[in-house]
């Protein structure tokens, strides 16, 4: 199983960028999908996860500026981030579960300039 994502970019701050996340494999509601994100010289941390019932989570430090979401027809995970702050400047890396095995992407860069 192979997860590609994409969408990162350099923005100013306030601005915003869709990732984009794509399975090789057929995704559905059963899956549990996540977004992390790792800054340089920091350990990767967890952004924001969607459980198999369809209830979204997320870290204090994003809430109410990113949404997580799915597209189980085009096996496509997804990470709105709107009102970006530098603090924000990470690699983002999505994990998609299938069952117990876990798969995770090459990560996108996301650089938030003042």
């Known amino acids: 199983v192979q997860l590609l994502e994409s969408g990162g970019d350099s923005v100013q701050a306030g601005g915003s960028l869709r990732l984009s996340c794509v399975a090789s494999?057929?995704?559905?509601?059963?899956?549990?999908m996540a977004w992390y994100r790792q800054a340089p010289g920091k350990q990767r941390e967890l952004v924001a996860h969607?459980?198999?019932?369809?209830?979204?989570n997320y870290a204090d430090s994003v809430k109410g500026r990113f949404t997580i979401s799915r597209d189980v027809r085009k096996n496509t995970g997804y990470l709105q981030m709107n009102n970006l702050k530098p603090e924000d400047t990470a690699v983002y890396y999505c994990?998609?579960?299938?069952?117990?095995?876990?798969?995770w992407g090459n990560g996108t860069l996301v650089t938030v300039s003042s």
């Open positions: 969607i459980t198999p019932g369809g209830t979204s």
């Open positions: 994990k998609i579960a299938w069952g117990l095995v876990e798969h």
């Open positions: 494999r057929r995704i559905s509601v059963s899956n549990t």
